[in-house]
């Protein structure tokens, strides 16, 4: 496609429920980023994937978010055992090359993902 | 540890007039700056970005002015347009300063006709 396409647009799940969240990168873009939005602030980095190698997850805030991205294309977030405090946007970004430079990374339209 | 801030939650200005957006930075192996723009409901779109190495670049309406030694950079838009109200996010990154773009909280600003 010509953008990044990330399904569902929006989630509620309840308390304690697992949810998946897809990235459909650019085609042939190498990097895929993973980002957190909550209410009113600016994106915070989650997780990077440089083709199908998750090089960097130091942002994932616990051991119940997972990202992977098995065939260095599609990409999926899962968040295991949802809290409250998980209801945000997840937006993902692909860039064609790696992060040296202006990376010019593209976002996708973000899965808003609300927790009751 | 907020690498990237932008102090000004909201901005107000006239059709045709200014706008100077502000953004701070401490990490000062980031070498490079990019200014995003975002609607509502969509994700953000790339504006204009600028290397460690100049200290200016202008794209149409949209300028780009960093201060690295203040660690300070601004988006001027000239002149302002009703559809340039958007959530504008500063964002730095650098291979030395873990291979991400690191955001700001975000202006809107909001352009009256």
């Known amino acids: 496609g010509a953008g990044v396409s990330q399904s569902p647009r929006y989630k509620v799940a309840k308390r304690g429920q697992d949810v998946a969240l897809r990235c459909d990168p650019i085609s042939g873009h190498v990097s895929l980023f993973w980002y957190q939005q909550a209410l009113g602030q600016g994106p915070e980095f989650l997780t990077y994937?440089?083709?199908?190698?998750?090089?960097?997850k130091s942002g994932l805030p616990s051991d119940r978010f997972f990202a992977e991205r098995p065939e260095g294309s599609v990409s999926t977030l899962k968040i295991q055992r949802t809290q409250q405090e998980d209801s945000a946007v997840y937006l993902c970004?692909?860039?064609?090359?790696?992060?040296?430079?202006?990376?010019?990374?593209?976002f996708g339209a973000g899965s808003r993902l609300t927790v009751l | 540890d907020q690498q990237v801030k932008q102090n000004s939650p909201s901005l107000s200005v006239q059709e045709g007039r200014i706008s100077i957006l502000n953004c701070d930075y401490t990490?000062?192996?980031?070498?490079?700056f990019l200014w995003y723009k975002k609607y509502p409901a969509e994700g953000p779109t790339f504006l204009i970005s600028?290397?460690?190495?100049?200290d200016k670049n202008e794209d149409g309406r949209f300028t780009v002015f960093l201060n690295k030694s203040a660690k300070h950079l601004s988006l001027h838009i000239v002149p302002s347009q009703p559809g340039d109200s958007a959530v504008y996010f500063c964002?730095?990154?650098?291979?030395?300063?873990?291979?991400?773009?690191?955001f700001g909280g975000g202006t809107r600003l909001m352009v009256k006709p």
């Open positions: 970004a692909s860039s064609l090359w790696g992060v040296s430079g202006a990376n010019v990374l593209t």
């Open positions: 600028i290397s460690s190495i100049k």
């Open positions: 990490n000062s192996m980031f070498d490079y």
């Open positions: 994937f440089q083709n199908e190698a998750q090089l960097d």
């Open positions: 964002a730095a990154g650098g291979p030395n300063a873990g291979n991400m773009l690191t």
